[in-house]
């Protein structure tokens, strides 16, 4: 009876190792899993940074392009017509 016991406690302690083999394994892989999604996540976030000053730049470029744009259009035009008018009279 004492030799069953001893088996049975033995037998459950191997099962318990196992277990926590298993599991510390599950855990490891995971954890380093967590780790490089974790960098990949601040690569990300500093390209998406870039792209926004990047975005940025390009909508101050096309609110110049229009202002001079349209300036200058406002400008030719008037020459233009005074040309016209010039011509005319």
């Known amino acids: 009876?004492?030799?069953?016991?001893?088996?049975?406690?033995?037998?459950?302690?191997?099962?318990?190792?196992?277990?926590?083999?298993?599991?510390?394994g599950e855990l490891a892989y995971e954890k380093e899993?967590?780790?490089?999604?974790e960098i990949r996540n601040a690569e990300l976030e500093i390209r998406n940074d870039e792209l926004e000053k990047a975005l940025e730049k390009k909508k101050d470029?096309?609110?110049?392009g229009t202002l001079i744009g349209g300036t200058?259009?406002?400008?030719?035009?008037?020459?233009?017509?005074?040309?016209?008018?010039?011509?005319?009279?």
């Open 33 to 37: 899993r967590a780790d490089q999604l």
């Open 1 to 24: 009876m004492e030799i069953a016991e001893e088996e049975i406690e033995r037998t459950s302690q191997e099962a318990v190792k196992a277990v926590l083999e298993d599991v510390g």
């Open 61 to 64: 470029s096309f609110w110049y």
């Open 72 to 89: 200058g259009g406002a400008i030719v035009t008037s020459i233009v017509f005074m040309l016209i008018q010039g011509l005319c009279k």
